[in-house]
T-cell receptor
Framework: ETGVTQTPRHLVMGMTNKKSLKCEQH?????MYWYKQSAKKPLELMFV???????ENNSVPSRFSPECPNSSHLFLHLHTLQPEDSALYLC?????????????FGDGTRLSIL | AQKITQTQPGMFVQEKEAVTLDCTYD???????LFWYKQPSSGEMIFLIY??????QNATEGRYSLNFQKARKSANLVISASQLGDSAMYFC????????????FGTGTRLKVLA
């Protein structure tokens, strides 16, 4: 496998459920990112991990909880979500968060909250 | 203040013709990087081209070129010889060197290539 892989591709959940999004990169990168993409809005950065350390939390509500066990894997744990959290969630990786290297993105998880 | 502005929500271009997608940016940082990404309907963001603020020449990657005008703070993407597969959303993004790890994205331009 190459590139950035996200699972699941689609997720429908109720507001009281707990689920997790998974991201895995096979590019040898050291930085990983979570973005939220809503219709007609710019891509919103949620979290950044650089060498497994969280370096950015862009005022994300606590119902989103990231986890980065190693440089290749990134999770986004979800609980008690709201309807406005329905969006495409994109994971990305890059060589290092402080460089000008381009980010490589996964296909995203399309999340729908009932 | 919006740091990346893409003023064209939608564009049409005839197949085999060239098209320019506009991007202006705002920063006081002398060092920064500019990126263009393509997002087909499948959702994946595909990196196209990069321009560094200190680069003397405009970046080119195959059919993609970046018209970088530093004084005007613009970084327009030029796609030559458009193909039907170029139909997608296109995003301009910037990374500053101010110690944060944020890539700032514009709202995107939807390009439709006509046969």
């Amino acid at each position: 496998e190459t590139g950035v892989t996200q699972t699941p591709r689609h997720l429908v959940m109720g507001m009281t459920n707990k689920k997790s999004l998974k991201c895995e990169q096979h590019l040898g990168h050291n930085a990983m990112y979570w973005y939220k993409q809503s219709a007609k809005k710019p891509l919103e950065l949620m979290f950044v991990y650089n060498f497994k350390e969280q370096t950015e939390n862009n005022s994300v509500p606590s119902r989103f909880s990231p986890e980065c066990p190693n440089s290749s894997h990134l999770f986004l744990h979800l609980h008690t979500l709201q309807p406005e959290d329905s969006a495409l969630y994109l994971c990305a990786s890059s060589q290092a968060a402080g460089s000008y290297q381009p980010q490589h993105f996964g296909d995203g998880t399309r999340l729908s909250i009932l | 203040a919006q740091k990346i502005t893409q003023t064209q929500p939608g564009m049409f271009v005839q197949e085999k013709e060239a098209v320019t997608l506009d991007c202006t940016y705002d920063t006081s940082d002398p060092s920064y990087g500019l990126f263009w990404y393509k997002q087909p309907s499948s959702g994946e963001m595909i990196f196209l081209i990069y321009q560094g603020s200190y680069d003397q020449q405009n970046a080119t990657e195959g059919r993609y070129s970046l018209n970088f005008q530093k004084a005007r703070k613009s970084a327009n993407l030029v796609i030559s010889a458009s193909q039907l597969g170029d139909s997608a959303m296109y995003f301009c993004a910037m990374r500053e060197s101010t110690g944060t790890y944020k890539y700032i994205f514009g709202t995107g331009t939807r390009l439709k290539v006509l046969a």
